[in-house]
Structures are given as C-alpha cells and as structure tokens.
C-alpha cells in the first residue's frame, strides 16, 4: 500500500484532491474501522474538492446517487446506511449501487468485503509512535491521461494525429475515439466516411470502462447523432473537463461536417462543455454573426453563453493583424486577451485542432482555464515558429508539435 503522512487538515485536503483526481465514476472507497474522526474530515474534503454543494454528516455509508459536474447546476444527492451485517448489505441492495456508478464511501469490514467491487480503494489511518498518523491506500501511480474525440487526418497534421501528438509533447498520455477517416493531405479533403455510432460508441465505453480521463478534448463530430453519442457518454460517465472545438472547415475550405451539426452543438453539448474554441469561421456559423473585428467577438460570444456555453474562446488567427489574439468570454467576467505574435508560414495545418488539445492537455496537467489557454497559446505560436521553414507537402504543413517534448510522469 502507498501511503502519505497527514499533518494536518491542509495535509488531508492535498489527499482528497489526490484522491478525486484518480476517481472515475464508481469510485468506493472503503475505510477501516480505526480511520476515526479522519474519515469524517477527509469525506468532507472529497466531497469540497467535487464541488459537493451540501454535505451531510455521515453514520456510516454515504452513497452519491449524482456524480455530476456542479458547473451542470446539479447538487449532489446522498443516501446513508449503517450496516450491520452481509444479509442487511444484500437487503438493501448495496451490489446495486455499485453497479449503478455511484460515489460512495464505506466503513470496510470482512462481512460486506465480497459486495465490494474491484476498483475499490481501501483506506486506513494509522498512529505513528510519534503521535503523527499516516494515511495509508492501495492507488497506484498513473499518468496524467487525456481522451480526443475526433476524424482522423491521413496526411497526419490535424484532428486525431495532431491531438495525439499535442497531448504526448505535453507530457499527457493520449488516448482516442475515431469519429470518422478523412483521405487528406497538405492540400485537400478527397474523402469523408462517418464511422457508425455504434463503433463510437464502443471505442468510448471500451476505453472510459478501463482507463481514467483527466480531460477530454472533441474535435470533428460529423453528424448529430455522433454529437448526441458523445453527450451521452459524457453524461454517463461524468466526465469533468471537456474541451468542445467545434470543427467544421478544413483548413483548406472543405466542408467537414452536416449543416445541422450547429443546432446539435448548441443542444447537446454547450452546456456539456467545460469550454468551446470555435475559430471567426466557426463562431460565425454558431452565432448567425459577422466577425470583422474583435468587437464582434464580444457580440458573438454573449450569443453563445446566453445559448448555454459555460466559457467561449473565440480564436482570432483568421482576423488580418499583426498578432493572432484569442479571447476569453465566461457569464459575468471580464474578457481575457491572448496575443501571440503573428508569424509568416503555410504551416498551419492543424493549428487549431493543436491549441485546443494543449489546453486539454494543460487541464489534465491540472491547470486551471485561464492558465492552461495561455500555457497553450505559448505551446501554439513556438510550435508554429519552429516548424515555420520546414517543408511537408506541397500544401499547408503541420507544427513542430515536438521542439520541446515534455516527459511523461506517473502520479498518484
């Protein structure tokens, strides 16, 4: 077992954050008897680190029936047992809960130790000669790991190949769902094929079933149904940090996605997203507006949060200037600024599939928004600066996603 000495009350907080950042969503964890007044307190800390609006003293078993974002609008909602043996384990149905990908929290003993799933995470507080008490658990260390939703670039400069490479430059550890295969190069779109839901739908269970996601990244989804798969999804398995590009045109003007695709963005995954980072071409759809000028980005972006979008950033590297500036709208905030310099290349190929990865990327890292945009936008623009003379193609080339790779370090 791993362990981590607990001084004091900011100590078991540095626990419960570590906790919550290895937790998917049916997460038990089991205490020992002896944890004492620690369990309570390190409960609470948990439940502070969710964003559990309203706690509630627990005897002995507290079961979270919402494991749902807080930023949804949603409270979370425990039920609490004392259980005294198996039989009382069984009666009410506790197997249940934990099929069900509930949260709980329970009091571990050998008599309800066989209802306990496998991914429960075993809990116990010891007293040290020296009066300290050390907080002992059976997590492992993991990578920090991001999930992009997105087609598939066969030239390799954008969608799926430039997530992947964003996230593993960052230090992330990438996985993927292929939402449909483009035949494309540094020049044009030949092709398009949609993959099924079905096969999205599998490829997201197989891989949230085993794997936990620090954040998720979507870039092309092709149709309204690939959106209402992926909402659902993100539904069922809580998902925390979602990053929505909503990818529509080709670099080179192809049309990669149905005209209806903008109302399923606005339904099913505005109020989903963690942040959306549409670029002037992609806002214009989504808004009805003309961009001409950062004040329009404004009028564009109050459209979009009064649709339902929790945070916009408005990506302004199609605007004529000498510097490519990002802004960042959220209800009730000042705007946020993000300038880079512009720079002379045809190598811009995947540009933005690149930048909302980072910042995905950045988040998984656990940044916050603010930090991880601009993290990424400086990510973005040395990325572009060092892949600005190298030829690849006949076309629009890639970044230099690699001029300073990050190393890949397991956490607890």
Known sequence: MSSILIKNLETIREAANLFVRQMNNNTVFAFNGEMGAGKTTFIRAVCEELGVEEIINSPTFAIVNEYTSKSAGLIY?????????????????????????SLCFIEWSEKIEELLPENTVFIKIEEQKNGERLLKFNMSKRYPTALTIAGSDSGGCAGIQADIKTFSASGVFATSV?????????????????????????????????????AVKTGLLPSPEVVETVAATIDSYQLKTVIVDPVMIATSGARLASDAIAHSFRQELYKRAT??????????????IKILSEKDFRNAA???????????LIKGGHL?????TDILFQPNKEPVS???????????????CSFSSAIAANMALGQDLETAISSAKKYIASAIQHGKDVTTGKG???????????????KY
Do not use: M, W
């Open 302 to 312: 109050e459209i979009l949060l009064k649709q339902g979008c929790q945070a916009v």
């Open 320 to 324: 004529l200037s000498d510097s490519s």
């Open 77 to 101: 909602h425990f039920d609490f047992y004392r259980i005294k043996n198996i039989q009382e384990a069984v009666q009410i149905g506790v197997e249940d809960y934990f099929e069900s990908g």
């Open 338 to 352: 993000f300038h880079s310099p512009r720079c002379q290349t045809n190598n811009l190929h995947g540009t933005g």
């Open 275 to 288: 942040l959306i980072t549409p670029n002037i071409p992609e806002a214009e759809t989504l808004s009805g």
């Open 396 to 410: 629009y080339g890639p970044l230099n996603h690699f001029y300073n790779p990050q190393v890949l370090i397991a």
């Open 178 to 214: 292929i939402t449909s295969v483009t035949a494309q190069n540094t020049l044009e779109v030949r092709a398009v094929e949609i993959l099924s839901t079905e096969i999205i739908r599998q490829q997201l269970e197989t891989v949230l079933d085993d794997i936990v996601i620090d």
